[in-house]
């Protein structure tokens, strides 16, 4: 038979090419792609946050970069605003008094109805006291010019100026054409009334729908009045400043604030009158340099960041002169010359662990050694810098041992056969090529220090300070710690200027980073 | 058989001068081992190994892979010290003195004893800094011009001269595999040694440079006593006058090359070079 000639037997069928390996094949497929998309799908929820992030304290910030001042054409009487006389000009910088007196004669001058319906008191908080603070230390610059009529700029109430921005309250503007109101006298008070409802029908048909207590202001030029309500099938309206015959000289435009009068921090005749100043072109909306260039204050409208800022610069001084000497030199004895032995061990453990102590323990020991037993002075950078760089030395040390492994053995070897010594090996040759790495440990461990809150907190950095400190000895505050503080101010104002103090530790962060980023790219050395 | 019958030579510097069965080196005694035992922890590596190794020619070691000859060649410039777990007992002399007495410093013994790697490993510096950096921490030049002579000579003697010599202070890195061992073998004489070791200097190049690096230990040989581990038979045939064959730690035969290659004594060794293991 042929069959016992030629092999019947046909060759064993693939493992890899029947029905089974094909379905294998597609599972193993989508299992790939499933992972993948596992892993997409991960990096796009980080980056939505991250966007979200960015985008929520950015458009907070962008709120306090910027603000409005009030411009003043003040008449500086040496009276009041030298009462010392004009040689003195310490006392003229700090005559806050005075300069405020003249702001406020100003506004009484400008807006005589304020007095007549004795509401000053509501004029006067249109510009807080210490925001004449600027004008008199010009002045004091300059006194020759006391008894000249000068131009001066002060910044607005943080609350009218979050009204400026639309932070207060929802707001509605409706324009309403040419109105003319008719002026009834009743005994001594003059009421305003408009015919019909014909011109007012879009804004009582609006404001019907919404919540009592909403506030309708009618402005044309700088002539403003209030909407009181129906009355015998007329409207009737109160004049909160400017005159009812220049109505006549400007459309009008009506605008429907739902919010009542009694939960807002800003009056119906604040709004008024700074609305007048606006139409006037006295109020401009201006680049905030005081938020850079002041220190802390109990006003949002003039607190500024710059002496949190040197604090913050003492303290990463210090941080620094603790922690990369002392983790340079750790990490090349641990690594380059002790034996191992249990006791090396038992230390490298111990390093380990105390990179992960929290951050607040670490305030403590300070506040118990430094502050209590070395009595070194509270509040004070030198100690924060001390706490900080006792934070970031296990770190620093990590980082540089990662980097003195990294450089390889055979660059030592290379070095010992030519006859250096060890010292000489590791100087020459070892810590040169691990520069890079300790350098971009040391940055990226400076940066998480500056970021540190809990352990400032422990040793007092937490005081109010309106003063830029002059060396690490002084009181200061930091810029993290500035943040908590002003997160729990309790007026509105806050809240922007402390997105806005994030966006400056943000930035610092971000260029702290991208100069580790910088000097691994540009030391690094390839062999 | 045992190499270290101390027989006198030429007294006042070799006091162990080895004369194997039968053929008188061409060249006094350089360094003598003399029961060497090392130890990895508790695992011993090399086993009671003596042997001389004379001036002014090539030595290799061969064996296979794990033998101890690496191990035994770091002995002689006491490399084995940086290895924690390392232990050498015995004693090794150069010109008669004992390496690891204890006024001999290791680092001085390390200038004496040049070494060359089995991967060629520049310093990541210019090609005139690598060469120049041994003769500077040893204060050999005193100027500039000493030291610029120093590197033209070391890199000449390295045959590297030629190829280099307009780019100087581009780094030793950019050089190709044979150049950068090359430039290791410039950096290793330009501190004048008396002894280079090669640890298989030839493993990681092509055999354009292999043969390169051949023709240059053949010219070194004038000067200096070269020790040379390698896993090519036909290398070790080619460039050295004397050969140990190394095999589990203990030396199983040392003599002229020719003898080895062409009769060994040792069944072992006849099985190795035909190629019957390792």
């Not at chain 1, 001066?152 to 003319?180: C, N």
């Not at chain 1, 430094?370 to 001390?386: C, H, M, Y």
């Not at chain 1, 056969?417 to 440990?441: D, E, F, N, R, Y």
């Amino acid at each position: 038979m042929t069959d016992t000639i030629t092999n019947t037997e046909a060759p064993a069928p693939s493992q890899f090419r029947d029905e089974a390996a094909r379905k294998r094949l597609k599972k193993r497929n989508a299992a790939e792609q499933r992972f993948k998309f596992y892993g997409m799908a991960a990096i796009g929820v980080a980056l939505a946050f991250l966007v979200l992030f960015v985008f929520s304290i950015g458009s907070q910030a962008l709120t306090a970069f910027s603000h409005h001042k009030i411009r003043f054409d003040l008449p500086l009487v040496a009276e009041t605003v030298a009462p010392m006389g004009v040689g003195d000009t310490a006392a003229i910088a700090e005559n806050v008094s005075g300069f405020h007196q003249l702001v406020r004669e100003n506004l009484a001058r400008r807006f005589p109805e304020a007095a007549a319906q004795g509401r000053e008191r509501e004029l006067n908080d249109l510009v807080t006291r210490l925001a004449v603070l600027p004008m008199a230390r010009t002045t004091a610059e300059n006194p020759g010019r006391i008894g000249e009529t000068l131009t001066y700029f002060a910044a607005l109430s943080d609350d009218l100026d979050l009204y400026l921005k639309g932070a207060v309250a929802p707001e509605r503007r409706i324009s309403l054409g040419q109105i003319s109101f008719e002026q009834v006298r009743n005994g001594d008070s003059v009421s305003l009334r408009l015919p019909g409802s014909g011109a007012f029908l879009p804004v009582s048909n609006y404001v019907a729908g919404v919540i009592d207590g909403t506030s309708v202001l009618l402005q044309s030029g700088p002539n403003i009045v209030l909407w009181v309500g129906p009355d015998n099938g007329y409207q009737t309206f109160d004049l909160l400043t400017g005159s009812v015959e220049g109505f006549a000289d400007a459309p009008t435009r009506a605008r429907i604030i739902e919010l009542p009068e009694s939960a807002r921090n800003v009056s119906d005749r604040q709004i008024a009158w700074t609305l007048a100043l606006k139409e006037e072109g006295r109020i401009t909306q201006v680049f905030n340099w005081a938020l850079l260039t002041n220190a802390d204050s109990t006003y949002p409208e003039i607190a500024g960041v710059l002496a949190a800022i040197v604090g913050s610069l003492f303290t990463m001084l210090i941080t620094a002169m603790i922690a990369i000497p002392v983790g340079i030199s750790a990490a090349l004895y641990l690594e380059e010359y002790a034996p191992k032995n249990r006791i090396t061990d038992l230390i490298e453990v111990n390093i380990n662990n105390l990179a992960a102590v929290p951050s607040i323990v670490f305030g403590l020991l300070g506040a118990a050694v430094f502050i209590n037993f070395l009595s070194l002075p509270r509040s004070a950078p030198l100690v924060g810098g001390l706490v900080l760089g006792l934070l970031t030395l296990p770190t620093m040390i990590i980082a540089s041992r990662a980097a003195l492994r990294a450089v390889p053995p055979s660059i030592r070897s290379a070095a010992l056969g030519v006859g250096a010594s060890k010292t000489q090996t590791v100087l020459h040759h070892v810590l040169p090529l691990a520069a890079p790495g300790i350098m971009t440990g040391a940055i990226i461990g400076m940066a998480r220090a500056l970021g540190e809150t809990a352990p400032l907190l422990l040793i007092g950095m937490v005081a109010f300070v309106a003063e830029v400190p002059a060396g690490p000895t002084d009181e200061a505050t930091a810029l993290p710690v500035l943040i908590f503080k002003w997160s729990t101010g309790a007026e509105r104002a806050w809240e922007p200027n402390t997105a806005a103090a994030i966006v400056v530790l943000l930035t610092f962060m971000v260029l702290m980073n991208a100069l580790a980023v910088f000097v691994r790219r540009r030391f690094e050395r390839r062999w | 058989m045992d190499e270290t019958e101390n027989t006198g030579g030429t007294p006042l510097i070799v006091p162990l001068t080895v004369e194997p069965a039968g053929e008188a080196p061409a060249q006094p005694t350089k360094v003598g081992c003399d029961n060497i035992n090392v130890y990895y922890g508790d695992k011993q590596a090399i086993f009671d190994i003596s042997m001389a190794i004379p001036e002014r020619s090539v030595t290799s070691f061969i064996g296979p892979s794990g033998c101890g000859k690496s191990t035994f060649l770091r002995c002689i410039n006491r490399m084995n010290d940086t290895i924690e777990t390392a232990r050498v007992e015995g004693k090794i002399f150069i010109d008669g003195e004992d390496v690891n007495s204890h006024h001999i410093d290791p680092v001085l013994l390390r200038s004496r004893v040049g070494m060359v790697f089995q991967k060629p490993n520049p310093f990541p510096k210019s090609i005139y800094d690598n060469i120049a950096y041994g003769p500077r921490i040893h204060g050999f030049a005193s100027s500039r011009d000493d030291l610029d002579e120093i590197v033209e000579k070391s890199l000449t003697r390295a045959g590297l001269w030629q190829e280099v010599k307009d780019r100087l202070t581009r780094p030793g890195t950019g050089l190709s595999g044979g150049q950068q061992q090359r430039l290791c073998i410039a950096r290793a004489i330009a501190v004048s040694p008396e002894v280079i070791l090669m640890d298989e200097p030839c493993s990681a190049l092509d055999p354009i440079a292999t043969a390169r690096i051949e023709e240059l230990i053949d010219e070194l040989r004038e000067r200096f006593c070269i020790v040379i581990v390698t896993h090519s038979m036909q290398q070790a045939a080619r460039v050295s006058q004397r050969t140990a064959f190394f095999h589990l730690g203990k030396l199983v035969e040392f003599g002229d090359t020719e003898t080895i290659f062409t009769n060994p004594s040792d069944n072992r060794t006849q099985a190795y070079i035909t190629g019957r293991f390792g």
